[in-house]
């Protein structure tokens, strides 16, 4: 579970998107030298010292009215209402112009911890530009240029000073939590009434009904559940009510908080492209999945309906094979208790721990098998293997040169893995180092 939100805040081309990348270790933002070119909210997950966050980059606010500020603007603020912490980013270069205090009087309302940050101070002759900025009443300013590294480590700590403190567990939580996600209207709700067996929650045919996540627990079979209702995602460039921005960022949050994702699909829609697009949000957190065809009761059944169906969500899922498939009537009550049977499943499956000496067996008989082939001027050669975490299972492969791997060679690897040990329902990690 991660310990906070910290939103990413600022005028335009001030170099947001630069910190963000470089806070999550990915170029998962566009960045681009010109104004405006982040619109929407994007959420990416930060590690630093133990701690996990998530971040969210935001467009750029300005007094001037452009094609979208409206949207922008509003996003901005659902961030700053939804994060821990808040950081602003100047441009030292430019120093402090009419957006940046209009910014800043915005965060005066605010009461969270605020970090000023002035960017692009990648040369010693400007940084006496920061001071400047203590004009905008925010306290001091910390100077950092992500693109040399310089002042990362120090933001990344103040960060960590003003997460909420990390509550201490009392006694160990065996309860599988599982959230319930998918496009807008696709019976999620009703799911939910038909798993707990009572009108716990709304449920109606208007899209969006649901707009916050609500946590139910529940004991099935003497095991103990805890189910966490969410509101319809939808794809990004759609999501521009405010009200639709809160509910993606409490999936998000829903999703962190569960062990195990159902993804729900309307059997009497079919498969759209908006249901890659929700799933995809559980994959990024690496959670396990089963995908959950509600309305089968609607759909025209022979005997080779379900076979043709499952071949479908595969070809469309190809990223998903190892998620399970099952087929129920949220509306009838039918066949919930094959949710049940691939939600335990995943959860088994995501908490397994395989013994170093077997892994290491199954990956050098698999280099035996079929050996690595050249690329990025070299030859992969694994040494070792061990597993260091679940949820998902995670392997660290130690190696002579991480580059050295080839995208099929990692899935091919993945596949003898879960040929050995099954892993049905979750995802699993290789994590490559160099053996010193």
Known sequence: MLDGVVAIIGRPNVGKSTIFNRMIGERKSIVEDYPGVTRDRIYGTCEWLTRQFRVIDTGGIELEE??????????????????????????????????????????????????????KIDDGHLLPNIYDFYALGLGDPLAVSPLHGIGMGDLLDKIIEYLPKQEESIGEDTRIKFSVIGRPNVGKSSLVNAILNQERVIVSDIEGTT???????????????????????????????????????????????????????????????????????????????????????????????????????REEFQFLTYAPVVYVSALKKQRINTIFEAIDICYENATKRVQTSVINDVIMDAQLRNPAFEFNGGVLKIYYVSQVSIKPPTFVLFVNNPEFIHFSYRRYLENRVRQAFGFEGTPIHFILRVKQ
Do not use: H
């Open 66 to 119: 452009r094609p979208f500020q409206e949207q922008i603007r509003m996003q901005a603020d659902i961030a700053i209402n939804e994060a821990d912490v808040i950081v602003l980013v100047c441009d030292g270069r430019t120093g402090v112009t009419n957006d940046d205090q209009f910014i800043a009087s915005m965060l005066y309302k605010i009461d969270k911890p605020i970090i000023l940050v002035v960017n």
């Open 211 to 313: 707009r916050d996540a609500i946590d139910t627990d529940f004991i099935r079979d003497d095991k103990e559940y805890t189910v966490i209702d969410t509101a319809g995602l939808k794809r990004r460039g759609q999501i521009y009510e405010a009200i639709d921005k809160y509910s993606a960022l409490r999936a998000l949050s829903a999703i962190d908080r569960s062990d195990v994702v159902l993804l729900v699909i309307d059997a009497s829609t079919g498969i759209r492209i908006q249901d890659k697009n929700v799933v995809s949000y559980a994959l990024e957190a690496g959670k396990a999945v089963t995908i959950v065809v509600n309305k089968w009761d609607t759909v025209i059944k022979d005997t080779n309906t379900m076979s043709e169906y499952t071949k479908k969500i």
